[in-house]
Nanobody, 113 residues
Framework: QVRLVESGGGLVQAGGSLRLSCVASGGIFSIRSMAWYRQSPGLQRELVAIMYNYGTTNYADSVKGRFTISRDNAKNTLYLEMNSLKPEDTAVYFC???????WGQGTQVTVSS
């Protein structure tokens, strides 16, 4: 059974940066496609970035050029580097294991103007 634990969220001013981490356990991390989603109050959860197990990445148009998804298979960890943050990036960020449809508990990111 896969378990995902996110960390790294917090409060940051607009223009700042944060790096989120998602540590996976209970499976073979290196073969898994993983993704970051986010959800703001009153809105649907949306895909932010996805990294397939063969390395291809895709990003939501709203974060292209600002966010970078990466992974360290030796540490069973997925990352989301977020730069040039905007108030509209404020949300709870979740990581997801695509294969098992497992979600983490989420980490809050708040960007002040």
């Amino acid at each position: 059974q896969v378990r995902l634990v996110e960390s790294g969220g917090g409060l940051v001013q607009a223009g700042g940066s944060l790096r989120l981490s998602c540590v996976a356990s209970g499976g073979i991390f290196s073969i898994r496609s993983m993704a970051w989603y986010r959800q703001s109050p009153g809105l649907q959860r949306e895909l932010v970035a996805i990294m397939y197990n063969y390395g291809t990445t895709n990003y939501a148009d709203s974060v292209k050029g600002r966010f970078t998804i990466s992974r360290d298979n030796a540490k069973n960890t997925l990352y989301l580097e977020m730069n040039s943050l905007k108030p509209e990036d404020t949300a709870v960020y979740f990581c997801k294991d695509i294969l098992s449809d497992t979600w983490g508990q989420g980490t809050q990111v708040t960007v002040s103007s």
